[in-house]
Nanobody
Framework: QVLLAESGGGLVQPGGSLRLSCAAS????????MGWFRQAPGKQRELVAAIDKDGKPNYVDSVKGRFTISRDNAKRMVYLQMNSLKPEDTAVYYCTADGTDHSGTLFDAWGQGTQVTVSS
């Protein structure tokens, strides 16, 4: 079983910054893509940023230039640095990861989510 645990959410004023972290644990043999989704009240869950096993990032247009995704493969961590936050960034942020466990089974794991609220 692969588990993901997010941390770093909270309340921040518009224009502020937050850094989300996500730690993966469990029977992981190979970690492929990692990423962050978010879901605001009344809206569909959307992909915010993703990073492949070689470190190549992709972002939704609304966060380009403001958010940076990174990963530490040795620590099995993925991060999301969020700058110049806007009220419309308010959502629950979910960490995701996919790969192969030690039994050779593919996994697609999700974290429990962390709340980010941008408000004055």
């Amino acid at each position: 079983q692969v588990l993901l645990a997010e941390s770093g959410g909270g309340l921040v004023q518009p224009g502020g910054s937050l850094r989300l972290s996500c730690a993966a644990s469990g029977s992981i043999w190979l970690m492929n893509g990692m990423g962050w989704f978010r879901q605001a009240p009344g809206k569909q869950r959307e992909l915010v940023a993703a990073i492949d096993k070689d470190g190549k990032p992709n972002y939704v247009d609304s966060v380009k230039g403001r958010f940076t995704i990174s990963r530490d493969n040795a620590k099995r961590m993925v991060y999301l640095q969020m700058n110049s936050l806007k009220p419309e960034d308010t959502a629950v942020y979910y960490c995701t990861a996919d790969g192969t466990d030690h039994s050779g089974t593919l996994f697609d794991a999700w974290g429990q989510g962390t709340q980010v609220t941008v408000s004055s």
